[in-house]
T-cell receptor, first 109, second 116 residues
Framework: GIQVEQSPPDLILQEGANSTLRCNFS?????LQWFHQNPWGQLINLFYIPSGTKQNGRLSATTVATERYSLLYISSSQTTDSGVYFCAVFYNQGGKLIFGQGTELSVKP | NAGVMQNPRHLVRRRGQEARLRCSPM?????VYWYRQLPEEGLKFMVY????????ESGMPKERFSAEFPKEGPSILRIQQVVRGDSAAYFCASSPPRGSNTGELFFGEGSRLTVL
């Protein structure tokens, strides 16, 4: 089956810093989603981004489908950005969303 | 427009009891997915259902676990004779019908099962 790898596994930032999270996948995909799981366990949809670039406030994402990777950018990080960021891919062979292992982000004040 | 609704949010069971988790998809969505998240791990696919049909159950444990999505009412994930290893967060997601299905899934807040 398809493999989804995220890096780095852990990241500690000082408030105000910028960061880039990466997601690599091993096969062609129909779409890709980024999620934020906050410290209370809620999964929040950040981006639905099968290709191209999208921006939402301090967050932006880019997927280069032909090269099988996606990047999530967080600028001017805040303590509320802490949590785990998951990348997940959907490919029709599986008909389901496959998650990476996540990047655990901790933003210190 | 209510999102995906899961209940209960928290459930405590003793070993050997049954656990039933319910999921109501977003309005207009006819596809339901169940995922399990063990402590300190990512989300693992369990089962994909449409109304009255199990489409893909490749992630379901072979025993004690079952899922349904009846014509009327919520989807149910049922775990019989629970063991401590079943303690986890169970997330439900829904998506629109296949004709308009972009593959984008929307998740509920999860049901956290603790087995004593």
């Amino acid at each position: 089956g398809i493999q989804v790898e995220q890096s780095p596994p852990d990241l500690i930032l000082q408030e105000g810093a910028n960061s880039t999270l990466r997601c690599n996948f091993s096969d062609s995909v129909n779409n890709l989603q980024w999620f934020h799981q906050n410290p209370w366990g809620q999964l929040i949809n950040l981006f639905y981004i099968p290709s191209g670039t999208k921006q939402n406030g301090r967050l932006s994402a880019t997927t280069v489908a032909t090269e099988r990777y996606s990047l999530l950018y967080i600028s001017s990080s805040q303590t509320t950005d802490s949590g785990v960021y998951f990348c997940a891919v959907f490919y029709n062979q599986g008909g389901k969303l496959i998650f990476g292992q996540g990047t655990e982000l901790s933003v210190k004040p | 427009n209510a999102g995906v609704m899961q209940n209960p949010r928290h459930l405590v069971r003793r070993r050997g009891q049954e656990a039933r988790l319910r999921c109501s998809p977003m309005k207009g969505h006819s596809h339901v997915y169940w995922y399990r998240q063990l402590p300190e791990e990512g989300l693992k696919f369990m089962v994909y259902l449409q109304k009255e049909n199990i489409i893909d159950e490749s992630g379901m444990p072979k025993e004690r676990f079952s899922a349904e999505f009846p014509k009327e009412g919520p989807s149910i994930l049922r775990i019989q004779q629970v063991v401590r290893g079943d303690s986890a967060a169970y997330f439900c997601a829904s998506s629109p019908p296949r004709g308009s299905n972009t593959g984008e899934l929307f998740f509920g807040e999860g049901s956290r099962l603790t087995v004593l």
